[in-house]
């Protein structure tokens, strides 16, 4: 009797270590054949430049091609469905940044959620935005700014990349949290609206580093304040400083269909991380004027449904609809 009790133990323990056997096959197996990753916007700009660095590094460690696919337009919403609908099986992946968390109320209807139907992976990369004025707006300072545009309501026009974009919530969030009244100009793009910016058709915008750091440089615009705090970024002071609690930020990382396996998600996470240790690629980010944004999938996870949050009473605050 004992000794079939203990052959029954042993059969039960057996069968419960199956699938875990399966899944580590399977990690061990990972990945067989070349794998793409969904890039939502149009190449050379810091998601694609991200994706494709570590691409290499994956391709390299794990002996199959990691190939980036650009799939712009809708706010990122292209490359997102098309990631959702893919198989869950690992080879397709997918960059998550801002557009994700803040279209998810920017939209009305959209044929996927994405934090219920994107896995986190990893994230990547985060950056500062950077606010900057005219060098013929008197302000020098974010107090002398705001001080100007409440002594002025309606008067001081504030550029962005487009109505939604993530330079343009950040500005809705200091007007929120200053108490001022700017009047948006949105553009199709960044650059053009730097370009208007330079040239004194509008005052105001926030930036990204990587767009603005030379006309900073140059002396073309001036610089005010960082969004967000970030180690060895400037000398620029940091906008909480001046409004408490004032916080935003361009953030890249990497996710995948619902229901991918979590043992692949466990490997490419940590091969991910892997990629992100190099030197070059640390170098790399901090000529965009960004930092590593290493972590777990539940780190990214959480950062994509707090930014979604934050975001979505911007929005609804502001009666926000996509252009």
Same mark, same amino acid.
């Given at each position: 009797?004992?000794?079939?009790?203990?052959?029954?133990?042993?059969?039960?323990?057996?069968? =419960?270590?199956?699938?875990?056997?399966?899944?580590?096959?399977? =990690?061990?197996?990972?990945?067989?054949?070349?794998?793409?990753?969904?890039?939502?916007?149009?190449?050379?700009?810091?998601?694609?430049?991200?994706?494709?660095?570590?691409?290499?590094?994956?391709?390299?460690?794990?002996?199959?091609?990691?190939?980036?696919?650009?799939?712009?337009?809708?706010?990122?919403?292209?490359?997102?469905?098309?990631?959702?609908?893919?198989?869950?099986?690992?080879?397709?992946?997918?960059?998550?940044?801002?557009?994700?968390?803040?279209?998810?109320?920017?939209?009305?209807?959209?044929?996927?959620?994405?934090?219920?139907?994107?896995?986190?992976?990893?994230?990547?990369?985060?950056?500062?935005?950077?606010?900057?004025?005219?060098?013929?707006?008197?302000?020098?300072?974010?107090?002398?700014?705001?001080?100007?545009?409440?002594?002025?309501?309606?008067?001081?026009?504030?550029?962005?990349?487009?109505?939604?974009?993530?330079?343009?919530?950040?500005?809705?969030?200091?007007?929120?949290?200053?108490?001022?009244?700017?009047?948006?100009?949105?553009?199709?793009?960044?650059?053009?609206?730097?370009?208007?910016?330079?040239?004194?058709?509008?005052?105001?915008?926030?930036?990204?580093?990587?767009?603005?750091?030379?006309?900073?440089?140059?002396?073309?615009?001036? =610089?005010?304040?960082?969004?967000?705090?970030?180690?060895?970024?400037?000398?620029?002071?940091?906008?909480?400083?001046?409004?408490?609690?004032?916080?935003?930020?361009?953030?890249?990382?990497?996710?995948?269909?619902?229901?991918?396996?979590?043992?692949?998600?466990?490997?490419?996470?940590?091969?991910?991380?892997?990629?992100? =240790?190099?030197?070059?690629?640390?170098?790399?980010?901090?000529?965009?004027?960004?930092?590593?944004?290493?972590?777990?999938?539940?780190?990214?996870?959480?950062?994509?449904?707090?930014?979604?949050?934050?975001?979505?009473?911007?929005?609804?605050?502001?009666?926000?609809?996509?252009?």
């Amino acid at each position: 009797m004992m000794l079939a009790r203990r052959r029954f133990l042993r059969l039960g323990l057996a069968a =419960a270590m199956v699938p875990s056997l399966r899944g580590a096959a399977r =990690a061990q197996a990972y990945p067989s054949r070349p794998v793409r990753i969904l890039v939502g916007f149009a190449p050379a700009g810091a998601v694609d430049i991200t994706a494709r660095l570590v691409a290499q590094s994956l391709s390299e460690q794990l002996g199959q091609p990691f190939t980036v696919e650009n799939r712009p337009g809708a706010g990122t919403n292209i490359a997102t469905e098309a990631a959702v609908r893919s198989p869950p099986d690992g080879y397709t992946l997918v960059m998550v940044s801002p557009p994700a968390a803040i279209n998810a109320t920017l939209y009305e209807k959209l044929n996927f959620n994405a934090i219920r139907d994107i896995a986190p992976i990893a994230s990547a990369i985060k950056m500062p935005f950077v606010l900057v004025v005219n060098p013929a707006v008197p302000a020098k300072t974010v107090p002398e700014l705001i001080a100007l545009a409440k002594a002025n309501p309606g008067k001081i026009t504030m550029a962005s990349s487009g109505n939604g974009s993530g330079l343009h919530l950040s500005g809705e969030l200091f007007k929120m949290m200053a108490g001022v009244d700017l009047v948006h100009v949105p553009y199709r793009g960044e650059a053009l609206a730097i370009t208007d910016l330079i040239a004194g058709q509008v005052q105001t915008m926030f930036g990204t580093t990587a767009v603005c750091n030379e006309h900073i440089k140059a002396g073309k615009v001036r =610089a005010l304040a960082l969004t967000t705090a970030m180690e060895g970024a400037t000398d620029l002071p940091v906008m909480s400083e001046f409004l408490p609690g004032y916080e935003s930020s361009f953030w890249t990382g990497f996710g995948a269909p619902r229901s991918t396996p979590p043992d692949v998600i466990e490997k490419l996470n940590r091969q991910i991380n892997l990629a992100l =240790a190099d030197p070059r690629i640390i170098a790399r980010f901090a000529d965009l004027g960004g930092a590593v944004l290493a972590g777990s999938p539940a780190d990214f996870g959480k950062l994509i449904a707090g930014e979604t949050e934050k975001w979505g009473k911007v929005i609804r605050a502001a009666h926000i609809r996509p252009e």
